[in-house]
């Protein structure tokens, strides 16, 4: 095959990068290729829309082997990965009865969630009832201020059972900056609640119990590389400050467990894996480790909220499908799938049904769990792990520059660059630069959603306290656009847009329908139209239907006669808009036609903008 394959393709000449700009310049026809091709992201860097052999040369990354420091192609020689299903633990017994379930299913690691409940050893004993702690990881999540006492507790409880401590797997989360980052609040003494939870946790030892959740910046919506960078400061806090407190780097670097986010940017999160693993393994490496195992990290990965939405709530499949499928991809040794209705109900069975089976098709159907790094050689991948890589190198040096990273989060520098990254976001969307299919773009017309909305349940814990400091803003992406929506439901009357289409038929039928899913996405009832032969029969047409906004739908030139004589024929009886940007737009301003959507509209604030007009609060 290899001498087949050298014969078929010396049939053909190379093709220097040169002659394919060349081609590309040629093609453009005068446009600017780095304005037009080059994609410039918000992670810090550029990306080329291709790359080639020559791009990768020399990168440290295409020489690993998957089980072999730096670990940039993997921990372990497979990529099997855990199968998790998280569990709100409101009542033990019943919680008992549901792992025991999920385990039937396919589930291969439980996490238990304790929101705000006291464990005991009686009630941890009826929970983990029936479950084999050898056989299946366990992950436990409580408040930091019981995690210690929780640890002991499942100590004894795994000795008791005669269970081997060593053949036990899975974690118990400490977060030692959740205070600063979620709450606000400044944690003075988070080194000693971590000796303590470190010294509980040598009866289990290969239990992770030192948090690095970053997928809390992730579900802020930070980009990519910034949740990467903080991600390594944040672990290596924790491997400074107890090493100086007398702890091995091998026993802290063991214990620690970083749960990232999974965002929809699928090929960087391949990429944003592979460059995880090897910065942890330069960093643990510097400590200078008995054992290169310590180097290893461990990475739980989670499917993001912030691109979630509550309308068209089924896209949500579809998001989390491919951010499941990049952290396979990437080498995770975890997975968590979300269901597609978290965000707004306690999910039910069947979408906790469709979430696991979610990651049961990757492995069952497609194989991702039959070949470890399957991305490895793409020029693509290879050159962006080495970009993220560097940005967050970068960022990692600049709060270890600062202090270090509880510095950067008790001064809120953390949060408020990670805030100021969703605002940036959240403008994308607002633009439509970033698509939120079935939010700004492509709405479903007539769905409803304001009854299916529960309320979120309250933090019973008793640890909440007034914020000092700045706290991540977890407000999703599509947030904005669903408050608006769910105002015009919640006003009781709903504004009918009435298309005026006339004239040039490709240009009349495009800016219809851009206009229809630009009112819809407010929740506007959308009345569209073939089309009309005089501005008078579309004005009479639009007050029979009620309209309450006319938008007129023509082309460029159309609009210097048909503008006017549609605002005048309309008389105010309802709001009049033109659907495009035409050369004409500032003499048809100064005859009082003020309102015009493009693609260059602010989507959002547009709307905000008829909603008051219209007399929705």
């Given at each position: 095959m290899a001498d087949l394959k050298e014969k078929l393709f010396s049939e053909f000449s190379p093709v220097t990068t040169e002659e394919w700009m060349a081609k590309i310049t040629a093609d453009l026809k005068g446009a600017p290729f780095e304005k037009k091709l080059v994609w410039k992201t918000g992670e810090g860097f550029n990306v080329n829309p291709f790359y080639r052999a020559e791009d990768i040369a020399g990168l440290k990354t295409t020489t690993s082997l998957p089980g072999e420091f730096?670990?940039?192609?993997?921990?372990?020689?497979?990529?099997?990965?855990?199968?998790?299903?998280?569990?709100?633990?409101?009542?033990?017994?019943?919680?008992?009865?549901k792992a025991l379930d999920l385990?039937?299913?396919?589930?291969?690691?439980?996490?238990?969630?304790?929101?705000?409940?006291?464990v005991s050893a009686e009630n941890l004993a009826t929970l983990l009832k029936g479950i084999c702690p050898e056989c299946v990881e366990l992950n436990f999540k409580t408040c930091n201020c019981q995690a210690a006492s929780l640890i002991g507790m499942l100590a004894d409880y795994v000795k008791g059972l005669g269970a081997d401590?060593?053949?036990?797997?899975?974690?118990?989360?400490?977060?030692?900056?959740?205070?600063?980052?979620?709450?606000?609040?400044?944690?003075d003494n988070w080194a000693e609640q971590a000796i303590a939870v470190l010294t509980a946790a040598k009866g289990l030892p290969n239990y992770r119990v030192l948090a690095v959740d970053a997928c809390q910046l992730n579900d802020a919506g930070a980009y990519i590389t910034q949740e990467l960078g903080y991600a390594l400061a944040w672990g290596n806090e924790i491997i400074a400050k107890l090493t100086e407190n007398g702890f091995s780097v091998d026993e802290v670097a063991n214990k620690i467990k970083f749960n990232f986010g999974i965002s929809a940017n699928y090929f960087m999160e391949i990429a944003k894996f592979r460059a995880a693993r090897w910065?942890?393994?330069?960093?643990?490496?510097?400590?200078?480790?008995?054992?290169?195992?310590?180097?290893?990290?461990?990475?739980?990965?989670?499917?993001?909220?912030?691109?979630?939405?509550?309308?068209?709530?089924?896209v949500n499949l579809l998001r989390t499908q491919t951010e499941a499928m990049s952290a396979a991809i990437?080498?995770?040794?975890?997975?968590?799938?979300?269901?597609?209705?978290?965000?707004?109900?306690?999910?039910?069975?069947?979408?906790?049904?469709?979430?696991?089976?979610?990651?049961?098709?990757?492995?069952?159907?497609?194989?991702?769990?039959?070949?470890?790094?399957?991305?490895?050689?793409?020029?693509?991948?290879?050159?962006?792990?080495?970009?993220?890589?560097?940005?967050a190198w970068n960022l990692f040096l600049e709060i270890e520059d600062k202090g270090g990273f509880y510095a950067a989060a008790k001064a809120g520098e953390v949060q408020g660059?990670?805030?100021?990254?969703?605002?940036?976001?959240?403008k994308a969307i607002a633009t439509r630069r970033e698509t939120l299919l079935g939010t700004n773009q492509f709405p479903n017309f007539t769905e409803v959603a304001a009854d299916k909305i529960e309320k979120d349940a309250a933090c019973n814990c008793g640890c909440g306290k007034e914020a000092t400091i700045t706290?991540?803003?977890?407000?999703?992406?599509?947030?904005?656009?669903?408050?608006?929506?769910?105002?015009?439901?919640?006003?009781?009357?709903t504004p009918k847009v009435f298309m005026l289409t006339m004239g040039n038929l490709a240009m009349r039928l495009a800016r219809s329908q851009f206009s229809s899913n630009f009112f819809a996405c407010a929740g506007y009832q959308v009345i569209d139209n073939l089309g009309f032969d005089t501005v008078e029969a579309g004005i009479d047409a639009a007050m029979k239907a009620g309209a309450d906004i006319v938008v007129l739908c023509s082309s460029d030139d159309e609009y210097t006669e048909l503008a006017?004589?549609?605002?005048?024929?309309?008389?105010?009886?309802?709001?009049?808009?033109?659907?495009?940007?035409?050369?004409?737009?500032?003499?048809?301003?100064?005859?009082?036609?003020?309102?015009?959507?493009?693609?260059?509209?602010n989507v959002l604030e547009t709307l905000k903008a008829f909603n008051a007009k219209l007399g929705i609060a």
């Open positions: 730096p670990y940039v192609r993997g921990t372990k020689k497979d990529n099997d990965w855990k199968v998790r299903q998280n569990i709100d633990v409101t009542d033990f017994a019943a919680a008992n009865t385990l039937q299913k396919g589930v291969t690691s439980l996490g238990f969630h304790f929101k705000g409940k006291e401590a060593n053949k036990c797997y899975g974690s118990v989360s400490y977060n030692p900056f959740k205070k600063p980052l979620v709450k606000g609040q400044p944690l910065l942890w393994a330069e960093i643990v490496a510097n400590y200078k480790p008995q054992n290169n195992d310590a180097c290893k990290m461990v990475a739980q990965a989670q499917t993001s909220e912030w691109n979630m939405t509550i309308y068209d709530a089924h990437g080498g995770v040794d975890s997975i968590t799938v979300a269901p597609f209705d978290v965000i707004y109900q306690t999910p039910d069975d069947f979408s906790e049904r469709i979430a696991r089976n979610q990651q049961l098709l990757l492995k069952e159907e497609c194989h991702f769990d039959k070949v470890v790094d399957p991305s490895a050689g793409s020029y693509y991948i290879e050159v962006l792990t080495g970009s993220i890589a560097e940005v660059a990670v805030n100021a990254s969703a605002v940036a976001r959240k706290a991540l803003d977890f407000s999703r992406g599509a947030f904005e656009f669903e408050a608006l929506r769910l105002a015009t439901e919640k006003s009781g009357k006017p004589a549609a605002y005048k024929a309309l008389n105010g009886k309802a709001l009049f808009v033109v659907a495009g940007a035409p050369a004409s737009m500032e003499d048809l301003k100064a005859q009082g036609i003020t309102e015009f959507i493009n693609v260059k509209s």
